[in-house]
């Protein structure tokens, strides 16, 4: 069993920064490619961004690409998403996942159907 827990959310004006933290407990034998994604009320979750197991394949929605970054620390379980110059319209929960299935197990996973364990999220708000 792998549990997954955000950090880092907040209330932030826009043009400023969060970084948002995801550590995995529990049975954490493997390292798994993993994924930050985000709901807005009423959206579907999106990708935002992907990571590899080794942390050298990334993956970035278009969206946020220049303005976040995903970086890993397996020696601590932990993945983080580093967020710049946020804006309005990046309101939302934002959560993490881990890819556990062998064949997902290279590259960064962009699909959500690609994830097994989700984390319970953490809330996002940018003001205008």
């Known amino acids: 069993q792998v549990q997954l827990v955000e950090s880092g959310g907040g209330l932030v004006q826009s043009g400023g920064s969060l970084r948002l933290s995801c550590t995995a407990s529990?049975?954490?034998?493997?390292?798994?490619?993993m994924g930050w994604f985000r709901q807005a009320p009423g959206k579907e979750r999106e990708l935002v961004a992907a990571i590899s197991r080794s942390g050298l394949s990334t993956n970035y929605a278009d969206s946020v690409e220049g303005r976040f970054t995903v970086s890993r620390d397996n020696a601590k379980n932990t993945v983080y998403l580093q967020m710049n110059s946020l804006k309005p319209e990046d309101t939302a929960v934002y959560y993490c996942a881990a890819a556990v299935q062998a064949q997902y197990q290279y590259r960064a996973r962009t699909r959500p159907s690609e994830y097994d364990v989700w984390g319970q999220g953490t809330q996002v708000t940018v003001s205008s």
């Open positions: 529990g049975r954490t034998s493997s390292t798994f490619p």
